[in-house]
């Protein structure tokens, strides 16, 4: 399994000389996903050498400028490069009309399928699967109708132990009961699946936390994940700011971390205002010791 995180843009609301506006590439096992388009993406995908025809599916969380702008002219290049490969893009209902519009009244025409798959659900929905990863989104809570997303790894069959084929003259029906989880029944003997394979390696998995509030329900959405991306626009002293646009402070953000126990954190979307990002740092780090302020262009490998 291979996991690689880029963040393309790392700020909030207004692109700046230092941080492009919220988005982010992921590459999941060779599957190719964008999250989030703000303004500019374009240029950065470029900067950062993201082959953005490359890329199957544009997940967008909501309909704030600084997560979809730069949505139109991505696909208007996509189209003039000559993209014919399909390309699916999740988003609010909204997007799909809005999108659609844009293009008829400037007549582009594209060689590609482009599909739209609206978001709507009030609960955890798996809304992407294939063998080998599931990608599902939760509600969070924000000024307007807004969607984080959840990326997980599919369990895998488990490696039967050569060793152990040899020792018990395992047949091929028994080896396929094996990978499948069973342990194998005998007249004379019972063997238990876990002496019989080799141990797995853990499940890889990403969670968005997209723009939102804090609330407690975030917890079990993003529960137990190897690495969450959280928004953390204020910080705690700026919390009335936090809870008057319906975001997040670094502190709640690595309140959320801890009590879903994932690994590592990631904080971004942060406001202009703040010059620095030390004292976010320091104020997630006094909950959840493993966090770290991302900038544009940085990378996160599993
Ligand atoms: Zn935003
Ligand atoms: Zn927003």
């Not at 978001?119 to 599931?134: F, H, N, P, R, T």
Request: proline letters at 2%; glycine letters at 6%; charged letters at 25%.
């Amino acid at each position: 399994m291979s996991f690689k995180l880029t963040i393309i843009g790392s700020g909030s609301a207004v692109p700046t000389q230092t941080r492009g506006v919220t988005s982010q590439f992921l590459n999941f096992n060779e599957r190719r996903f964008l999250i989030d388009c703000g303004e500019g993406t374009q240029l950065q995908l470029r900067k950062y050498k993201v082959k953005f025809q490359r890329l199957q599916c544009i997940f967008i969380s909501h309909l704030h400028g600084d997560h979809y702008l730069g949505l139109v002219g991505l696909l208007s290049s996509m189209s003039l490069l000559g993209r014919t490969k399909k390309l699916t893009v999740y988003g609010p209902e909204e997007l799909e009309e809005l999108l659609r519009f844009q293009f008829k009244v400037a007549k582009v025409h594209f060689n590609f399928e482009l599909e739209f798959v609206h978001l709507g659900a009030s609960e955890m929905q798996v809304i992407y699967e294939d063998k080998v990863i599931k990608v599902s989104s939760f509600p969070v809570k924000h000024r307007i109708d807004c969607w984080g997303f959840r990326f997980d790894e599919q369990p895998k069959e488990k490696n039967v132990n050569p060793s152990k084929i040899e020792e018990h003259q395992l047949k091929l029906e028994e080896i396929l009961a094996v990978k499948r989880g069973e342990d194998i029944t005998r007249e004379a003997s019972y063997l238990r699946n876990e002496e019989l394979t080799l141990p797995e390696t853990p499940l890889v998995s990403y969670a968005y936390s997209a723009d939102t509030k804090y609330f407690d329900k975030m917890a079990d959405y993003v529960q137990g994940v190897n690495l969450l991306y959280h928004e953390a626009t204020f910080l705690e002293k700026h919390s009335d700011r936090a809870k008057a646009t319906m975001h997040s402070t670094a502190l709640q953000a690595a309140t959320i971390a801890k009590s879903a126990k994932v690994k590592q954190l990631l904080l971004g979307h942060f406001s202009a205002r703040y010059k620095d990002t030390s004292e976010l740092l320091s104020e997630a780090k006094s909950v959840f010791e493993h966090t770290i302020c991302v900038n544009d262009g940085d990378e996160f490998i599993l």
